[in-house]
């Protein structure tokens, strides 16, 4: 699917449609989507998009900064190449062409059923399940040239963190993150698997059975150790995480999520070589994940021992 550009025509907003979804955005999704009903629009906001939910019908991305827009056609053709792997669960499909409105770039895609389950709540069997189904998707040649490999660029990610990201730490909390990384750095290689990269909150949806129905947002999408795709998982619990994976994954899952917390490790994970943007906001952030979940001695925090986070 090309780019394209495109000119807004107001949409007929309904008298009933919910607060909270922009009257910009209600038109992004109505020229996306023309003849759907916009009664029951929904906003969800991801890291980079604005997200115009339209049940059963597609979710409308928008992209929030120039940098999302950028990367809007290359992340549908990794949701194209997953879903051509033949993935035993549902992944979005791209329903338009990825298309620029004046300064938004936005594109639709396919409507996944069921819903993401809350923080602590998961079925070992089931995370197991999921994981496994990750790990044994063949990787294959279109997603190799499209998925970065953060092994492929000898250390970049290490190297981002160690050079951009801890001289910038309080000098409090920077003999522990150097501990932090070089843990993380001597774990044993594992071969790369196909790894989400964020598979939290409603990342992951499940049917009212508890079955699997669908992955959604790829945009953190790499290959690497399938312990990562575990730790991102320790959002169900981690006592649950135990009872799903071996010991070894287990081990490595929880040197990856203590290295400054596994959602905001996945963003050098997929870096492909370049360098980190903002740095400083995600210094900001590395600060307060430490603050919140680790104490001054470097051991767990009471908060951070609550069952989503132990």
């Known amino acids: 699917?090309?780019?394209?550009?495109?000119?807004?025509?107001?949409?007929?907003?309904?008298?009933?449609a919910p607060d909270g979804v922009p009257a910009e955005l209600l038109e992004i999704a109505d020229a996306l989507v023309p003849g759907a009903s916009l009664d029951r629009a929904r906003l969800a906001h991801g890291g980079i998009h604005d997200v115009v939910l339209l049940p059963g019908v597609a979710a409308v991305r928008v992209a929030r900064r120039p940098s999302g827009a950028r990367a809007m056609p290359g992340r549908i053709e990794i949701l194209r190449a997953v879903g051509a792997a033949g993935p035993p669960f549902a992944v979005p499909e791209p329903l338009t062409p990825v298309t620029t409105f004046g300064e938004r770039t936005a594109v639709a895609v396919s409507?996944?059923?069921?819903?993401?389950?809350?923080?602590?709540?998961?079925?070992?069997?089931?995370?197991?399940?999921?994981?496994?189904a990750l790990r044994e998707l063949p990787v294959t040649p279109e997603l190799r040239a499209l998925l970065p490999t953060p092994?492929?660029?000898?250390?970049?990610?290490?190297?981002?963190?160690?050079?951009?990201?801890?001289?910038?730490?309080?000098?409090?909390?920077?003999?522990?993150a150097e501990r932090r990384l070089e843990a993380a750095m001597?774990?044993?290689?594992?071969?790369?698997?196909?790894?989400?990269?964020?598979?939290?909150?409603?990342?992951?949806?499940?049917?009212?059975?508890?079955?699997?129905?669908?992955?959604?947002?790829?945009?953190?999408?790499?290959l690497f150790d399938p312990a990562v795709d575990a730790a991102m998982m320790g959002w169900?619990?981690?006592?649950?995480?135990?009872?799903?994976?071996?010991?070894?994954?287990?081990?490595?899952?929880?040197?990856?999520?203590?290295l400054f917390g596994i959602n905001l490790l996945g963003a050098v994970f997929i870096l492909g070589g370049e360098p980190l943007s903002s740095v400083d906001s995600y210094v900001e952030h590395i600060v307060a994940w430490l603050d919140e979940y680790v104490g001054r001695d470097g051991e767990p925090t009471p908060t951070a021992a609550a069952p989503g986070r132990a």
């Open 151 to 176: 092994r492929a660029h000898d250390g970049h990610w290490a190297r981002v963190l160690a050079d951009d990201v801890l001289p910038r730490l309080p000098d409090e909390w920077r003999p522990e």
């Open 1 to 16: 699917m090309n780019d394209r550009e495109s000119t807004l025509v107001p949409a007929e907003v309904p008298t009933g």
């Open 236 to 258: 169900h619990g981690w006592h649950n995480l135990r009872a799903a994976v071996d010991a070894d994954t287990y081990r490595r899952a929880r040197v990856w999520d203590r």
């Open 111 to 132: 409507w996944i059923d069921g819903a993401g389950l809350p923080e602590g709540e998961g079925d070992p069997d089931r995370i197991a399940g999921l994981l496994a």
């Open 186 to 222: 001597a774990l044993e290689t594992v071969p790369d698997v196909l790894v989400h990269g964020d598979l939290v909150a409603d990342n992951v949806h499940w049917g009212e059975d508890g079955e699997l129905i669908g992955v959604l947002d790829w945009d953190r999408a790499h």
